[in-house]
């Protein structure tokens, strides 16, 4: 069985580890916090003090880091996985990170002999938890039908979307939909509380028509209960936000929708409040329009 190394286990990151742990596959797991590494051990995995350490003992090694600078410093840094990887070893990264930057990590590990996967997920905590991801990968179909066994014990839905990059660019499209339907969420709500109608009464008309979509099956309810812990960080919308626009400069794609999502979503991390759910856009409509969303 392959043995794996899992560097980054956040939010997601420690759910996803503890699934492929669960699947049998021997794991290496690597954390700047030792909290979830100490979980992780205590569940059967192997501690590692560095990313390096990882790489030389495993065959696949996975990263799930908060931006491209942090994956560029975990795999060719200090102690960094290139130190100890070896031909023919798998580099999986689950990150969202710009797909440019994606291409340029492949193309140096490529170098070594070492092939890469971008194979960033969607699904929030919970799908992380319950193992029903969806991943994006971009990269050799040679090495995803290697670790694909893997993929299985992460998520339900695989999907080669083509070279290196290919992966974050189909997260990168993702994103722009999730904001999209966060911010609309949102708006929503308020213009039906304060339109004068029960916004609860309005989710469940429309939620089953053409306006139906994850994010009205999943997010009312916990706005309405007065949850807007994360989730998925707002924080982290804002930086994929950041890469998806920085992705259409380069290429000259007009994205109007996705530039005034971001306007948005820097609000809240100027008003401090990065750390809540996307969905918690919500907090930012309720400003602008002087209302607040009645709670259970």
Not at 31 to 60: F, K
Not at 113 to 137: E, F, H, Y
Not at 143 to 162: C, D, Q, R, S
Not at 189 to 209: M, Y
């Amino acid at each position: 069985m392959l043995r794996v190394g899992y560097i980054g286990l956040g939010l997601m990151g420690k759910s996803i580890a503890r699934n492929i742990l669960k699947a049998g596959f021997p794991l290496v797991v690597h954390n700047r916090s030792q909290a979830a590494v100490d979980e992780l051990v205590n569940e059967g995995a192997v501690r590692a003090s560095s990313p390096a350490q990882v790489s030389e003992n495993v065959d696949v090694v996975f990263t799930n880091l908060p931006d491209s600078p942090d994956v560029e410093l975990v795999v060719f840094g200090s102690h960094g996985i290139i130190e100890s990887a070896r031909a023919g070893m798998i580099f999986v990264d689950n990150s969202t990170i710009k797909p440019a930057v994606a291409r340029s990590i492949a193309a140096r590990l490529a170098e070594k002999g070492i092939m890469a996967l971008d194979a960033p997920v969607s699904g929030g905590d919970i799908g992380a938890r319950n193992g029903t991801l969806t991943i994006m990968v971009g990269g050799p179909a040679e090495a995803l039908e290697t670790v694909t066994p893997i993929f299985n014990a992460m998520g339900k839905t695989i999907t080669h979307v083509g070279g290196s990059g290919s992966g974050q660019v189909a997260k990168a499209a993702n994103q722009i939909m999730v904001a999209a339907q966060m911010v609309a969420m949102a708006e929503l709500l308020i213009f039906a509380q304060k339109a004068g109608t029960d916004p609860r009464k309005v989710v469940d008309a429309i939620k089953a028509g053409a306006a139906q979509c994850w994010t009205l099956d999943v997010k009312p309810q916990r706005l309405f209960a007065g949850n807007r812990q994360p989730g998925f960080k707002a924080s982290m919308q804002t930086k994929d936000l950041n890469i998806i626009m920085e992705t259409a400069r380069e290429y000259g794609i007009p994205l109007p929708s996705a530039a005034v999502d971001l306007q948005l979503y820097t609000a809240m991390l100027q008003a401090g409040l990065g750390d809540l759910d996307n969905s918690a856009i919500l907090n930012i409509i309720e400003g602008l329009a002087n209302e607040q969303l009645k709670t259970e």
